[in-house]
């Protein structure tokens, strides 16, 4: 007994719609759940491929993130508190007050990210690459951020009392309004950043190169 082709139609449709649904599912790396808001702490994502992916307030706090690819990814309001990110790549992710405290970004990629108002107090950016990275309003009070590269980074109204930015490179940076006092800016570079209204009171300038010697006077 022959099937009729037109019987067949549906049955490839059903086929085609099952496959599609299966594929549209989140996808799972040990034990979390890749989509926003799920409940990840502590997860091991070493060098996992997250580009792109929707995160929006997804809990990763504790998480080992090292290596770990986050290019494009929205992590707008995430929980990344004392999350290991060194080595990691989030060139273009999106971070809008997302919660960095303690953090490790050591050698981090972190080029044009969008991290308006983000909270990264004490967090470790080492190393890191931050080039044009929208910084406006954010949290970096006590941040590690020696021989961090920040060129043309907008840190306007940025909090970054107490940062260590011993060797940073600020060259071309808007730090309009930035709060700096009691930063350590040593042997920094701030050649062409916009500085208008920015506070360096108790600020560390030993070897710093264009940096407001004469701001207290």
């Known amino acids: 007994m022959k099937t009729s082709p037109l019987l067949l139609l549906p049955l490839a449709l059903l086929a085609g719609n099952a496959a599609f649904a299966a594929s549209d599912q989140p996808a799972v790396i040990n034990g979390c759940v890749i989509q926003p808001e799920s409940q990840c702490p502590n997860a091991d994502l070493r060098g996992a491929d997250l580009s792109n992916q929707d995160l929006r307030k997804i809990n990763l706090a504790g998480a080992k993130l090292a290596g770990a690819n986050l290019r494009h990814a929205n992590l707008d309001l ?7 990110l060194s080595g990691a790549t989030l060139n273009r992710a999106s971070l809008q007050q997302a919660n960095l405290r303690l953090a490790n970004f050591t050698d981090a990629r972190l080029v044009a990210i969008q991290g308006w108002g983000l909270f990264a107090q004490a967090a470790r950016f ?4 931050l080039t044009g990275a929208y910084l406006e309003f954010a949290r970096l009070s006590g941040a ?3 021989r961090s590269t920040l060129r043309a980074a907008d840190l306007e109204m940025t909090w970054l009392s107490k ?4 060797g940073a490179d600020l060259t071309d940076a808007n730090l309009q309004e930035a709060k700096l006092n009691d930063a350590n800016l040593a042997d920094a570079v701030l050649s062409g950043a916009r ?3 920015a506070t360096f009171q ?3 300038m030993e070897g710093c190169k264009d ?3 004469d701001w207290e006077k």
């Open 78 to 84: 995430a929980n990344l508190e004392k999350a290991d």
């Open 126 to 129: 080492n190393g890191a690459d």
């Open 144 to 146: 590690k951020m020696q």
């Open 163 to 166: 940062a260590d930015l011993a």
């Open 195 to 197: 500085r208008h209204y």
């Open 202 to 204: 108790g600020t560390n």
């Open 211 to 213: 940096c407001p010697h």
